[in-house]
């Protein structure tokens, strides 16, 4: 703490100097002097392509699985032999992780992970643009929304807001965090700036005299976040507590993240993605635990279990959570991959959340059981659990106005 | 010092110099109340008016030229694209372009998708009649299976190894342009080919931003064939803004490709939108809204978008297993026609769904096109908005729709307001936006006489309307290098520009189009990449494009940069 409030208090001296002192530092003085409650944070995972969530989660316990999916099913938990490392993780003795999400094995075991299984759109669509869009405005079947679920669950506030309370890293904001209030997308925090200078002071100082409102605030929001994002980065973020993220875009997704995060810049809601989860073709290796879905998921469970550790208390005030557009095939196809499908799975982490379990109703897999005769039925729908999130973890009164149409029914997965 | 002091000092420093954030308003309501609709604009300000709203950016000598001609007949020449004559620079470069002037049939062939070339192997498909793009696509065939082969593992390329030094391979790879040029360049012709088929996309990008055109498209045919279908697109819009003469068109074309928004990257749209914009939207934005209306309603790009192409009539829907579907049916009247407040139930929804049943296109991965599937039309009676339309229809059940929704009063109202939000004001004058409709309604949805009525008001031409609007993205790009005189080589980093700036050309997905509203283009993210542009289009930083260097000198770079990124380039 001492540490970070000298580093406050050198850039504030240092922003004096220069005439520009921006909103933010004062307010991060403030905090620095006497913390408010802090803000809860929720981050969300879109895993792109259609996950194929029954190797991910895999129901060990339910024979017909392994019928459906001779040659790409992950093998049934062993105690300990040889083969270990390509079977199934067990978590309650009917569900496994896939072997490459070892790592979140210890967040299970502490709590701080929850999986919902049989959960997805209840929208029929097996298109990714669809599916994806219907995802991510919140509103299954209906087309021409044209904010994100996470921007109209941002709460309304007046006056001073961080130009920083919501944030995609990639460089397109996506369709969740669009809408009416400010968000931004950054390639990544180092970019966010003006690379000359000399420039950079002219356009402040036009901007702060722009005789139009809506550009005198903009200008002003966009500097002070240049600002926060180039005092954030004067120290060379070392990740706490071990972690290790996996080199590529998601590990320096949530890298990113965790970092703004502890540096305490007002960030409510964060975006990440992961893609490449469209396994038509050769889904498994040789073994479970090589080829294509177990290097993804290798990366995946890397990343998510390094911003747990990294962020290690403050995931106190934490939930993340992962969601991809539908599920794949019960059944493997010709190539040993899987095609289209309906329901998923969706990881929820964090310290408010009720962990070690696997939510939701297990459908089956008989041929009966089946949606169309050929997916994992639908038993929750992806707004009970971002539903829950908004209303229990944000404390949002407004869930109708965030997924207008639909009836909570929550699971009960994050604290009140 | 203490740290209270210093909370005290910024405190005070900030109240001192920053009006409160609250003070931000996304309308403008304090300035531009209803009166200043009614105050005229001196006469010296009405010529840039004109080229403001009417053309992408005026370039050195527009206002000269407008005032020459006359303002009211620059009007009237802008208002009938055809007798003006194109810019010979603007079709020369639009020439090397070759995908805007194919038929989608022609472009799955010519730049065909991964699965479409597997096709081509197979013997389902055949290949492209032209000898150097068939010779590419059997090398990217090649490559691809070797690398099937071999399993996923592309690290270490032993082919490239033998064609390539380890120095060679180093400058294409990381090397300045020119460096990276020169060694291409230094490869002996006949190994060329062989190299670019073998090179990963990345290296390709890289070069051909420094390629001579008869290169570059050897290169992006190598980067990925269906890539370049994308790429001319792109390239061609900002090229057709900057350069074309019929400027107003351009304008319109924007406005009515967005109005009837299709999402590029949807499967097979991905090949359906070049002719969609070419021969759908272009030749119309001047004509009959009906006309207009129709052309989208049958056009494979709007019916794979919108899904109508799978919506299959109750007596045939058992077989198909799959039925209605009412996506196209309900954008139609929510964001095509009607509006969302336009009067109309979701039982409307479904019976236009109903009448558009057999709409379908054919072989619609192959650039196919509309035809009309009597076997899956819902032959029963249906009624919408009122009208009863009898049983035993077919093909004529949709267009009976498509009279009924564009002879409705809230569709001229709704269509009008959009186009005043465009042409006029973010918040359009109730009163215009009136006698327009009406105009609409008189004329049987003569879009041309609606531009006039507008073109011909006291609002467009007063106070209240002037420099009101942001510029979006593309008008921010185009408009800068119009007035710089820039000379562009090829559009490719520009449009790259557009998208940093937040509007990806022909990837809006939703079918809402982006907002006609400008107050949406501006947001932080956005902010930054206009002053980044501005600074690296003043100093000759964006690839392909060049400005005039003794202007750019002899006023330094930054001042010139500055003035784009400004506050006052980003309204018109």
Redesign the interface.
């Known amino acids: 703490m001492s540490t970070r409030?000298i580093f406050l208090?050198d850039s504030?001296?240092a922003?004096?100097g220069t005439?520009a002192?921006?909103?933010w530092?004062?307010r991060a003085?403030?905090a620095?002097?006497a913390p408010a409650p802090r803000k809860k944070i929720l981050i969300a995972i879109f895993q792109r392509g259609a996950a194929d969530g029954l190797n991910i989660v895999v129901p060990h316990g339910e024979p017909a699985y392994y019928g459906l999916r001779p040659t790409i099913a992950i093998p049934r938990p062993r105690a300990t032999d040889d083969k270990q490392a390509d079977a199934a993780i067990d978590l309650d003795g009917f569900f496994g992780l896939h072997p490459s999400l070892a790592p979140l094995k210890p967040l299970f075991d502490q709590r701080h992970l929850a999986v919902v299984d049989a959960v997805g759109s209840p929208d029929a669509t097996r298109?990714h643009?669809?599916a994806q869009?219907y995802m991510e405005s919140g509103t299954p079947g209906v087309?021409?929304?044209?904010d994100g679920w996470m921007n109209r669950a941002l709460p309304a506030k007046?006056?001073?807001?961080s130009?920083l309370r919501a944030l995609s890293l990639g460089?397109?904001?996506p369709?969740s965090l669009r809408g009416?209030q400010?968000?931004?997308?950054?390639q990544s925090v180092g970019d966010?700036?003006?690379?000359?200078a000399?420039?950079a002071k002219?356009?402040e100082q036009?901007?702060?005299e722009?005789?139009?409102?809506?550009?005198?605030?903009?200008?002003?929001?966009?500097f002070e976040?240049?600002a926060m994002l180039q005092a954030v980065q004067k120290q060379p973020y070392r990740p706490a507590g071990g972690a290790e993220y996996p080199r590529g875009r998601f590990g320096d997704s949530l890298r990113q993240i965790a970092q703004l995060v502890k540096a305490e810049v007002g960030l409510e809601m964060a975006f990440a993605d992961i893609g490449g989860w469209d396994h038509h073709v050769n889904e498994l290796g040789q073994r479970a635990s090589e080829g294509?879905l177990a290097n993804l998921l290798r990366e995946y469970g890397q990343a998510l279990s390094a911003f747990w550790q990294d962020l290690g208390d403050r995931m106190g005030e934490v939930v993340l959570v992962t969601m991809s557009e539908f599920g794949r095939t019960a059944h493997e196809n010709g190539n040993r991959g899987t095609d289209h499908g309906h329901a998923n799975c969706m990881f929820v982490m964090g310290g408010p959340v009720k962990g070690g379990r696997v939510y939701g109703r297990w459908p089956g897999l008989e041929r009966e059981q089946l949606y169309e005769r050929r997916d994992l039925a639908l038993t929750s729908d992806f707004r009970d659990v971002l539903g829950e999130l908004v209303a229990h973890h944000l404390g949002s009164s407004g869930i109708a106005g965030v997924f207008p149409g639909y009836t909570p029914k929550f699971l009960g997965l994050a604290g009140g | 010092m203490r740290k209270s002091t210093i909370v005290a000092l910024v405190l005070a420093m900030v109240v001192g110099v920053l009006p409160p954030l609250s003070a931000r308003s996304r309308k403008k309501g304090e300035e531009t109340s209803s009166g200043a609709f009614q105050k005229p604009l001196p006469k010296d300000q009405r010529v840039e008016q004109a080229l403001n709203r009417l053309t992408f950016g005026a370039r050195p000598g527009d206002e000269e030229r407008v005032k020459s001609i006359g303002l009211n007949k620059w009007i009237d020449l802008e208002l009938h694209p055809n007798r003006i004559r194109e810019n010979p620079v603007l079709t020369a470069k639009l020439k090397e372009l070759d995908s805007l002037f194919m038929s989608s049939r022609e472009m799955v062939q010519n730049y065909p998708a991964p699965q479409m070339v597997r096709q081509m192997v197979n013997g389902g498909l055949p290949y492209p009649s032209d000898p150097d793009r068939r010779m590419m696509i059997q090398k990217l065939v090649a490559r691809f299976e070797r690398r099937q082969q071999k399993g996923q593992n592309g690290e270490s390329d032993p082919e490239l190894a033998r064609l390539l030094t380890a120095d060679q391979m180093r400058q294409l790879r990381a090397g300045t342009p020119e460096q990276r040029l020169a060694a291409f360049e230094a490869i002996p012709i006949d190994q060329r080919d062989e190299v670019l088929a073998e090179l990963p996309p990345g290296v390709l990008q890289g070069l051909f931003v420094v390629a001579p055109p008869e290169l570059r498209r050897k290169f992006e045919l190598a980067a990925g064939p269906q890539q370049v279908v994308a790429r001319d697109l792109g390239e061609g819009k900002l090229l057709r803004a900057i350069y074309s003469n019929r400027q107003l068109e351009e304008v319109l074309v924007d406005f009515w490709f967005n109005h009837f928004n299709v999402f590029l990257d949807k499967g097979a749209d991905r090949y359906l939108v070049t002719a969609y914009e070419r021969d759908v939207i272009r030749p119309r934005v001047l004509g009959k809204f009906r006309d207009l209306l129709e052309a989208t309603a049958k056009s494979p790009a709007m019916l794979f978008y919108l899904d109508n192409w799978q919506s299959v009539g109750s007596p045939a829907r058992a077989a198909a297993r799959r039925g209605l579907n009412e996506n196209y049916g309900r954008e139609l009247l929510e964001l095509h026609s009607l509006g969302v407040d336009g009067g109309y139930t979701q039982k409307d929804v479904t019976e236009v769904a109903r009448c558009f049943t057999g709409w379908t296109i054919r072989q619609p991965q192959l650039g196919g096109e509309f035809f009309f599937n009597e076997r899956t039309h819902d032959k029963g009676e249906k009624t919408v908005l009122g009208v009863r339309i009898p049983a035993g229809g077919g093909i004529e059940d949709g267009e009976k729709v498509l009279d009924i929704v564009s002879r409705r009063p809230a569709t001229a109202h709704f269509v009008s307001n959009k186009l005043a939000q465009r042409f006029v004001a973010d918040d359009p004058p109730p009163a215009l936006v009136e006698r327009m409709a009406q105009t609409f309604l008189k004329t049987g949805g003569d879009l041309r006489a609606v531009m006039k009525t507008m073109l011909d008001s006291k609002e467009f031409w007063s106070v209240g309307a002037f420099r009101s609007k942001f510029k979006s993205p593309l008008e921010m790009v185009a408009s800068s290098v119009r007035t710089l005189s820039g000379d562009v080589e090829f559009a490719f980093a520009l449009n790259n520009q557009v998208t940093q700036l937040g509007e990806p050309l022909y990837r809006k997905l939703e079918p809402t189009g982006y907002s006609n509203s400008s107050a949406e283009w501006m947001n932080s993210a956005s902010l930054l990449a206009r002053m980044n542009f501005a600074l690296n289009l003043a100093n000759n930083r964006v690839p392909g494009v060049k400005v005039a260097a003794a202007e750019a000198a002899s006023q330094g770079e930054a001042s010139m940069g500055i003035s784009l990124g400004s506050p006052e380039f980003q309204k018109h």
């Open positions: 409030r208090r504030a001296l922003m004096i005439g002192a921006p909103l530092l004062e003085l403030y620095a002097e298109s643009f669809d869009d087309k021409a929304t044209t007046e006056g001073n807001v130009p460089s397109v904001l369709r009416p400010p968000a931004i997308a950054l966010f700036q003006i690379r000359n000399q420039a002219s356009f036009l901007y702060l722009a005789p139009d409102a809506t550009l005198r605030a903009t200008g002003r929001e966009t976040a240049i294509q």
